[in-house]
């Protein structure tokens, strides 16, 4: 059965770091593209990142643009977000997303929901002093 998990969430000071994870269970995680997305309180959500099935291929959205990195570990079926001067705006579930068909090349633009269809539960970040 195909899963997603992320993991890495939790309470950071303003100007502080996480690196979230995105643990896969999927035949060849390598096919496919993988996007992060996040939800704030009353807000919809949101593309925050997305990745290239091979890795070559990144794009972030302007808010976070300088500040996070998309990688992935096809070895490990994992893909990861280092967030760093984290600030308050970025409070939200952090969601990652596997792209709808394997070999579609969906990143190459800021993610949106409709290219991704299998889903995490999120992780939760809370960037408060």
């Known amino acids: 059965q195909l899963q997603l998990e992320e993991s890495g969430g939790g309470l950071v000071q303003p100007g502080g770091s996480l690196r979230l994870s995105c643990a896969v269970s999927?035949?060849?995680?390598?096919?496919?593209?993988i996007g992060w997305f996040r939800q704030a309180p009353g807000k919809e959500r949101e593309g925050v990142s997305c990745i290239s099935s091979t890795g070559a291929l990144t794009n972030y959205a302007d808010s976070v643009k300088g500040r996070f990195t998309i990688s992935r570990d096809n070895a490990w079926n994992t893909a990861y977000l280092q967030m760093n001067s984290l600030n308050v705006e970025d409070t939200a579930n952090y969601y990652c997303?596997?792209?709808?068909?394997?070999?579609?090349?969906?990143?190459?633009?800021?993610?949106?929901?409709?290219?991704?269809?299998?889903w995490g539960r999120g992780t939760q970040v809370t960037v408060s002093s």
């Open positions: 997303a596997l792209a709808s068909k394997p070999r579609s090349s969906v990143c190459t633009a800021v993610p949106t929901e409709s290219q991704y269809h299998v």
């Open positions: 999927a035949f060849r995680f390598e096919d496919f593209d």
